[in-house]
T-cell receptor, first 118, second 114 residues
Framework: DADVTQTPRNRITKTGKRIMLECSQT?????MYWYRQDPGLGLRLIYY???????NKGEISDGYSVSRQAQAKFSLSLESAIPNQTALYFC?????????????????FGPGTRLTVL | QKEVEQNSGPLSVPEGAIASLNCTYS??????FFWYRQYSGKSPELIMS????GDKEDGRFTAQLNKASQYVSLLIRDSQPSDSATYLC??????????????FGPGTSLSVIP
């Protein structure tokens, strides 16, 4: 089974609709992230969470909200979807393993959700 | 100056050749460096991590790090058509608090020609 799963994998919706993307992980990592990827713009961070009580905005959080229901679950919501939110969305996890001399913080990605807003 | 820079490509190499992918970064506090491979429409997959100056080899892949020059590279020996993908360079910057920030480059598209 995949360590990081995302649902749905594809979604087509209309402008103004509320959409929720879900992410679950079995890696036991405390940190979880939501990114979006657009052609030519690379990966951009939307929100990140260090634990259930610690949620932070990334570089492009406007129009999005998140919920960390448990260590293993991190959901992204688009309260009122608009066409320029059409993108590929990725959830990721990491375990920075602080206490070591070097912080590793490798990120592990889910399969992605392709969202189209008409 | 962008925090992590890569040539966007496309980089084309013949099958069996060495592909060389380059990345520069701006923050001298960077500690960890990663290379991800991303096939079209798929998620990024971690293929190499490097933390110390010098070379790190894993199969056909070699990562090279030069912190003085703020430069990290990925060499792919005996390139195969299945290596055709976008390669993302990522840099972990260790913050003063508990936040370690990972910055991704825009990626370099590699095409291996049979």
């Amino acid at each position: 089974d995949a360590d990081v799963t995302q649902t749905p994998r594809n979604r087509i919706t209309k402008t103004g609709k509320r959409i929720m993307l879900e992410c679950s992980q079995t890696k036991g990592h405390d940190r979880m992230y939501w990114y979006r990827q657009d052609p030519g713009l690379g990966l951009r961070l939307i929100y990140y969470s260090f634990d259930v009580k610690d949620i932070n905005k990334g570089e492009i959080s406007d129009g999005y909200s998140v919920s960390r229901q448990a260590q293993a679950k991190f959901s992204l919501s688009l309260e009122s979807a608009i066409p320029n939110q059409t993108a590929l969305y990725f959830c990721a996890t990491s375990d920075p393993a602080r206490g070591r001399e070097v912080s590793y913080n490798e990120q592990f990605f889910g399969p992605g959700t392709r969202l189209t807003v008409l | 100056q962008k925090e992590v820079e890569q040539n966007s490509g496309p980089l084309s190499v013949p099958e069996g050749a060495i592909a060389s992918l380059n990345c520069t970064y701006s923050d001298r506090g960077s500690q960890s460096f990663f290379w991800y491979r991303q096939y079209s429409g798929k998620s990024p997959e971690l293929i190499m991590s490097i933390y110390s100056n010098g070379d790190k080899e894993d199969g056909r892949f070699t990562a090279q790090l030069n912190k003085a020059s703020q430069y990290v590279s990925l060499l792919i020996r005996d390139s195969q058509p299945s290596d055709s993908a976008t390669y993302l360079c990522a840099v972990n910057i260790r913050g003063k608090t508990s936040y370690d920030k990972v910055i991704f480059g825009p990626g370099t598209s590699l095409s291996v020609i049979p």
